[in-house]
């Protein structure tokens, strides 16, 4: 039974993304409906952490998401090294949060744009990937199109924790 696995909430926001504001409402809490990932995963991070995350991250620019998110926006240039650089995509603040979800042996795979790979936002993200050295595989799908009615150039990225293995294009 996966129905307890099941959660909904912003996961890259936590509890913390309401400190130092004395006032918040309930209307904006629920705009903003933080994931407190300990609270609702005791029994995980006891253990250390997620054995696996796997997902399709939503593929969004940040200059979009200012235009109806802009608190978010600012939390994440602070709270994730991803989004230090620039016009970034939120898929790379997704990776970072995922990859700081796993546990010492645990294994991310994510299908998303490989842009991040020569892109100067993904330098961060790029870093971040190298020093933890989690890079497990990169499948590259090059110029095909994997999604059916969009132009969106993917690969297929897996990490895990602690581990530097070969790369395979």
Not at 54 to 66: D, L
Not at 91 to 116: C, D, T
Not at 136 to 145: A, I, L, N, T
Request: glycine share 8%; net charge negative; hydrophobic share 40%.
């Amino acid at each position: 039974d996966l129905g307890r696995n099941i959660q909904c909430g912003n996961s890259l926001i936590g509890p913390d993304y309401w400190e130092g504001q004395l006032m918040v409402d309930e209307e904006e809490r629920a705009r903003g409906n933080a994931f407190d990932w300990k609270a609702a995963f005791p029994e995980v991070f006891a253990q250390g952490g997620f054995d696996a995350v796997v997902g399709n991250p939503p593929y969004i620019r940040i200059q979009a998401m200012r235009e109806w998110a802009s608190e978010q926006v600012e939390y994440y240039a602070k709270r994730y090294k991803a989004a230090s650089k620039g016009n970034y995509d939120i898929y790379v603040v997704f990776v970072e949060k995922g990859l700081s979800l796993l546990n010492q042996q645990g294994r991310l795979g994510f299908i998303l744009p490989h842009k991040f790979f020569n892109a100067q936002y993904g330098e961060a993200l790029r870093a971040l990937i190298a020093a933890e050295k989690s890079l497990s595989q990169v499948v590259h799908f090059g110029d095909q199109q994997v999604f059916a009615g969009a132009s969106t150039y993917t690969c297929l990225l897996f990490l895990q924790k602690s581990v530097m293995s070969e790369c395979h294009f």
